[in-house]
């Protein structure tokens, strides 16, 4: 089996402790992996203070980190078909997809490459006479990353890209489920030639490494993206330390379609937006919500489609959904299914789990109209969608907004008035109008309510890694007088 390796001050090294990582498409393992404790993440945060505060880094021009990022950029670029491989063995994610997917991840830091020097300070027209004074935007500081397994190159070039065009330094824990791709990607950080210790990657499980992580007395932000329950975790980890948060936490996106819709365009961006990745996206647009006059039509369209999906081997680029990433999750989308069933869901297609190897489950259509069902409450993280109806505008409204979440929806219409109402009135980070899970290393996104606060992508996430010093000048030549003396 392949061997993996933690990135620690500028090494590679095997760790005291390892685990295997099992294919999520035979469930078989396929890989040893460096299990980091306590010891190993003091070790790569002590590191990545060093070189925030003592090295090579700390003396490095705006305009040298981001020559160093377009380095690492084209890196990715060539190295994306690689990359693309591992993470499909070891997530199972479809190769067309990560293939795609990685490709674009280089230009997420080309954006943030070209950023680097373009993080202004400003200068304050102060109220007092004989004073100039400015801001400062500076580092934040060492900065602990987790991302979860899905699209994982992804959710850490929105995190990596942006802290280091600020100039921090930081210690990236890779989910324990599939971390190979990332502790691949050290290897191309190793490359581009960023000096040891500003990037630390290491991966092992939540009390032992996570835990010791995010409550490191030096990290000073802690940027997450996985489960509101993980994500609370975190915040209480985060009272040891005082570090800043942002948090991308997943959700329940609604995908609401109106009559006067192309419904062909509809059925597609429907299909792409729940089926994509099997679901496990957290801009999933997993509940649908119809004008009740074309329900039928639609789910008609919908149906069809889902049951002409070609499930296979993640590694053939035929394959449109593959395995579940792991087995409790197939478990955990089996049981919200039969329990959504016993609350009255009528089911469409799908939800019939395979037998034999492999963490398969088919793209599934749950119809809920009219009832309490589990399913439209909570997160599935899998290739299954709810349905319900609606009458009217303010229904729709109102549906697409029940919900503790708020990352992304989706909006069909060709009614531009509406449009406009509807992304007004929508409370999600991400308002997608006649199309559906676009991104750009351009536009922030991230979330409402459990879906998190703060925002990765644009230049709204570089400032999440600044902080401003305010500086104040005497610019008079008197002498600054005694504070006793009246006068």
Known sequence: MRRFQLYIDGHFEDGDNTFESLDPATGEPWAIMPEAREPEVDRAVEAAHRALTEGSWSAMTATQRGQLLYRLADLVAENAKFLAEI????????????????????????????????????????????????????????????????????????????????GCTLVLKASEDGPGPLLEFARLVDEAGFPPGVVNIVTGFGPACGAALTSHPKVAHIAFTGGPESARHVVRNSAEN??????????????????????????????????????????????LIVERSIKDAF????????????????????????????????????????????????????????????????????????????????????????????DTEAEALQLANDTRFGLASGVFTQNLA???????????GIVWLNTYRAVSPIAPFGGYGLSGHGREGGMAAVMDYTRTKTVWLNTSDSPFPDPFVMR
């Open 418 to 428: 509406r449009a406009h109402r509807m992304s007004k009135g929508i409370h999600a």
């Open 242 to 287: 005082l570090a800043s948060t942002s948090l991308e936490l997943g959700g329940k996106s609604p995908f609401v379609v109106f009559a006067d819709a192309d419904l062909e365009s509809a059925v597609n961006a429907q299909v792409a937006g729940i089926f994509a990745a099997t679901g496990q996206s957290c801009v999933a647009g997993s509940r």
């Open 87 to 166: 993470e499909t063995r070891d997530t199972g994610k479809i190769i067309r997809e990560t293939s795609s997917q990685i490709a674009y991840v280089a230009n997420y830091y080309r954006y943030y490459a070209g950023l680097a020097d373009k993080i202004e300070g400003s200068f304050l027209p102060i109220d007092k006479p004989d004073m100039d004074v400015w801001l400062r935007r500076e580092p934040v500081g060492v900065v602990a990353m987790v991302v979860p397994w899905n699209s994982q190159l992804f959710l850490s070039a929105v995190k990596v890209g942006p802290a280091l065009a600020a």
């Open 299 to 390: 789910l008609a369209k919908l149906k069809a489609k889902a049951e002409g999906i070609r499930i296979g081997s993640p590694l053939d680029m035929a394959t449109e959904v593959g395995p579940l990433a792991t087995r409790r999750q197939q478990d955990h989308v089996d049981a919200l299914i039969a329990a959504s069933i016993a609350a009255g869901a009528k089911l469409v297609t799908g939800g019939v789990r395979p037998r034999g190897l492999g963490n398969y489950y088919p793209p599934t259509i749950l119809d809920c109209d009219g009832i309490a069902s589990p399913s439209l409450v909570q997160e599935f993280f899998g290739p299954v969608l709810s349905v319900v109806s609606f």
